[in-house]
């Protein structure tokens, strides 16, 4: 196998998200690294991905997680040599899986040498790079992202004795993009990645790059022409390479990310995320429909990417005051479930491990429009650990096996970078992917199953939605459309049984071939169309004139 040419390959991706800390330890230290990711390739592989994200593993403190660079073009001791990512990324290439890496554009570590001698003085060449201030009252309009850590965007530094400003910890200081230097600087670390043979980057939080007085100092458009000048590079000197938004942001503000065409391919769907689960709770799709009616067109070669959980707590930036109270009541009972704005809790829990509404998040995951991200661990039902600090809990080591340390480290278990979920209920001796792999009816297998029925056709990464709507509002159905393909998807979100009519009428004389078992239902007729559901089901069907 080897990579598809296909420049739109981004909209056919289902993507796997993954930190190479977490996912498996070569060397029996504790860490996992490079060696270990690579030898679970072929895991990879027989899920059915094709395209891998690495959360950051350049040198860093690790005060938040590798977000905190201190050197942008080599790997992370910890996680192995550039030599290992280089195997790492051959061996995903034979496969056919592409490799997306993190790029923290906004902001270093306090420990990169750019902002020790930032720092140094005020007067030092490297001065300019950051954003500094003599007062720390500037950009006042600006909020804060990490509200239970954070006072202010401002930190003093007590050695050239002046403010610098930061949108995350203290401890990572914005660059400052208003300096050529540094926007020349960060695209060669771009390159020297594209050169390698990476074939996306993730940006992180570009929305805050550039900050004027007297707006939010987010989604500005000095921002969005820095994002343009990196994207036509990256395309004049490295075609087909793919660049992912991430920009929590209100649909309205995140539509100009796309450009028209020429700022990035993809952008992650924040606002949709909530609502799916808000739905799910309500047992009503109204949350869904309003959120996708509200999401404005994008170019015919970009792409939403969508997701259930990942790395970060599950944000709830982007809801109402009274959506982001109702979600902490359905969703976070306990105080420690919650961070910043957000529930720092895994797919799993957040369902009660109820394998009906675990199947039916991940069955619209994977149907509306977008390319599905699946988080590591997430498609055997792992659970969290809310007793660890900041959102360690959804990154505890994956879970292999019921053996030693759940097949993730032939460490000390003491001497893991993070204890292993030890309960009766998502404990490794419980949730594993050895186990599950002996039966084929768990978890692992049905996404296998799923991810390979989405990548059975084009039309779910590439198709159009025409969103039904049916009186029963507990039923969300929707058809996707590309070329002569069609398919009509349609979803219980309650916990109860349901009947639903669908006004099918445009399809008279179609069958309906339900795409996981292949079985075909009645014709349809002039009569509405009569589906009947049990509690949380989705039916897939291929509509077909025969
Ligand atoms: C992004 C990352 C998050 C990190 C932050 C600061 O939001 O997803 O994990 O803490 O950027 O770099």
């Given at each position: 196998?080897?990579?598809?040419?296909?420049?739109?390959?981004?909209?056919?991706?289902?993507?796997?998200?993954?930190?190479?800390?977490?996912?498996?330890?070569?060397?029996?230290?504790?860490?996992?690294?490079?060696?270990?990711?690579?030898?679970?390739?072929?895991?990879?592989?027989?899920?059915?991905?094709?395209?891998?994200?690495?959360?950051?593993?350049?040198?860093?403190?690790?005060r938040d997680d590798g977000y905190d660079i201190s050197d942008y073009e080599s790997v992370h001791p910890a996680y192995g040599t550039l030599e290992?990512?280089?195997?790492?990324?051959?061996?995903?290439?034979?496969?056919?899986?592409?490799?997306?890496?993190?790029?923290?554009?906004?902001?270093?570590?306090?420990?990169?040498?750019?902002?020790?001698?930032?720092?140094?003085?005020?007067?030092?060449?490297?001065?300019?790079?950051?954003?500094?201030?003599?007062?720390?009252?500037?950009?006042?309009?600006?909020?804060?992202?990490?509200?239970?850590?954070?006072?202010?965007?401002?930190?003093?530094?007590?050695?050239?004795?002046?403010?610098?400003?930061?949108?995350?910890?203290?401890?990572?200081?914005?660059?400052?993009?208003?300096?050529?230097?540094?926007?020349?600087?960060?695209?060669?670390?771009?390159?020297?990645?594209?050169?390698?043979?990476?074939?996306?980057?993730?940006?992180?939080?570009?929305?805050?790059?550039?900050?004027?007085?007297?707006?939010?100092?987010?989604?500005?458009?000095?921002?969005?022409?820095?994002?343009?000048?990196?994207?036509?590079?990256?395309?004049?000197?490295?075609?087909?390479?793919?660049?992912?938004?991430?920009?929590?942001?209100?649909?309205?503000?995140?539509?100009?990310?796309?450009?028209?065409?020429?700022?990035?391919?993809?952008?992650?769907?924040?606002?949709?995320?909530?609502?799916?689960?808000?739905?799910?709770?309500?047992?009503?799709?109204?949350?869904?429909?309003?959120?996708?009616?509200?999401?404005?067109?994008?170019?015919?070669?970009?792409?939403?990417?969508?997701?259930?959980?990942?790395?970060?707590?599950?944000?709830?930036?982007?809801?109402?005051?009274?959506?982001?109270?109702?979600?902490?009541?359905?969703?976070?009972?306990?105080?420690?479930?919650?961070?910043?704005?957000?529930?720092?809790?895994?797919?799993?829990?957040?369902?009660?491990?109820?394998?009906?509404?675990?199947?039916?998040?991940?069955?619209?995951?994977?149907?509306?429009?977008?390319?599905?991200?699946?988080?590591?661990?997430?498609?055997?039902?792992?659970?969290?650990?809310?007793?660890?600090?900041?959102?360690?809990?959804?990154?505890?080591?994956?879970?292999?096996?019921?053996?030693?340390?759940?097949?993730?480290?032939?460490?000390?278990?003491?001497?893991?970078?993070?204890?292993?979920?030890?309960?009766?209920?998502?404990?490794?001796?419980?949730?594993?992917?050895?186990?599950?792999?002996?039966?084929?009816?768990?978890?692992?297998?049905?996404?296998?199953?799923?991810?390979?029925?989405?990548?059975?056709?084009?039309?779910?990464?590439?198709?159009?939605?025409?969103?039904?709507?049916?009186?029963?509002?507990r039923v969300l159905a929707y058809v996707r459309q590309l070329g002569n393909e069609t398919v009509l998807v349609v979803n219980n979100v309650s916990?109860?049984?349901?009947?639903?009519?669908?006004?099918?009428?445009?399809?008279?004389?179609?069958?309906?071939?339900?795409?996981?078992?292949?079985?075909?239902?009645?014709?349809?007729?002039?009569?509405?169309?009569?589906?009947?559901?049990?509690?949380?089901?989705?039916?897939?069907?291929?509509?077909?004139?025969?």
């Amino acid at each position: 196998m080897s990579l598809t040419q296909d420049a739109l390959w981004h909209k056919d991706a289902v993507i796997y998200q993954v930190h190479v800390r977490t996912f498996s330890d070569s060397n029996g230290d504790g860490v996992g690294d490079f060696q270990g990711l690579a030898q679970r390739l072929d895991y990879l592989q027989e899920l059915g991905i094709n395209a891998i994200w690495l959360m950051p593993f350049f040198p860093s403190p690790l005060r938040d997680d590798g977000y905190d660079i201190s050197d942008y073009e080599s790997v992370h001791p910890a996680y192995g040599t550039l030599e290992d990512f280089k195997k790492f990324l051959a061996g995903a290439h034979e496969r056919g899986i592409r490799v997306i890496i993190e790029m923290v554009l906004n902001h270093t570590s306090d420990q990169h040498p750019w902002f020790q001698e930032s720092r140094s003085s005020q007067n030092n060449p490297r001065r300019d790079w950051y954003v500094w201030s003599e007062t720390d009252t500037r950009y006042r309009g600006t909020r804060i992202i990490f509200v239970d850590t954070e006072m202010s965007n401002w930190a003093w530094d007590p050695i050239s004795k002046s403010y610098y400003w930061h949108r995350f910890f203290s401890h990572q200081p914005d660059l400052n993009y208003d300096n050529p230097a540094v926007r020349e600087q960060m695209w060669n670390v771009m390159k020297f990645w594209l050169e390698i043979g990476v074939d996306a980057f993730r940006l992180d939080a570009v929305p805050y790059l550039v900050e004027r007085e007297g707006t939010s100092c987010e989604n500005l458009p000095e921002t969005h022409a820095i994002l343009k000048e990196l994207r036509r590079k990256v395309d004049q000197e490295f075609p087909g390479r793919m660049l992912l938004a991430e920009a929590n942001q209100w649909p309205a503000d995140l539509r100009p990310y796309f450009g028209d065409g020429d700022e990035f391919h993809m952008a992650f769907h924040f606002p949709l995320m909530p609502r799916m689960f808000m739905g799910l709770k309500l047992e009503d799709r109204k949350p869904i429909t309003e959120i996708m009616q509200q999401t404005p067109e994008i170019p015919a070669s970009c792409q939403w990417c969508l997701f259930l959980r990942n790395h970060d707590e599950l944000t709830l930036e982007m809801v109402t005051d009274m959506e982001r109270d109702y979600m902490y009541d359905v969703y976070a009972g306990s105080k420690s479930m919650r961070l910043n704005l957000g529930i720092r809790r895994r797919l799993a829990p957040l369902l009660d491990n109820d394998r009906r509404r675990i199947e039916l998040m991940n069955g619209m995951l994977m149907s509306l429009p977008g390319t599905p991200i699946i988080y590591y661990g997430d498609e055997i039902g792992m659970g969290d650990n809310i007793y660890l600090g900041d959102r360690n809990g959804v990154r505890t080591p994956m879970q292999w096996s019921g053996g030693w340390n759940g097949g993730f480290s032939s460490a000390d278990p003491e001497s893991l970078y993070s204890p292993l979920l030890l309960n009766p209920v998502y404990g490794y001796q419980a949730v594993n992917v050895l186990s599950q792999k002996r039966t084929e009816h768990s978890l692992l297998s049905w996404m296998q199953r799923i991810i390979r029925v989405r990548r059975s056709t084009r039309v779910f990464g590439a198709g159009s939605i025409e969103f039904l709507y049916p009186a029963n509002h507990r039923v969300l159905a929707y058809v996707r459309q590309l070329g002569n393909e069609t398919v009509l998807v349609v979803n219980n979100v309650s916990s109860s049984a349901q009947a639903v009519e669908l006004d099918l009428r445009r399809y008279k004389g179609n069958i309906l071939i339900e795409m996981f078992g292949r079985n075909i239902f009645p014709r349809v007729g002039d009569l509405p169309y009569l589906l009947t559901m049990g509690p949380y089901q989705f039916y897939w069907f291929r509509l077909r004139r025969i």
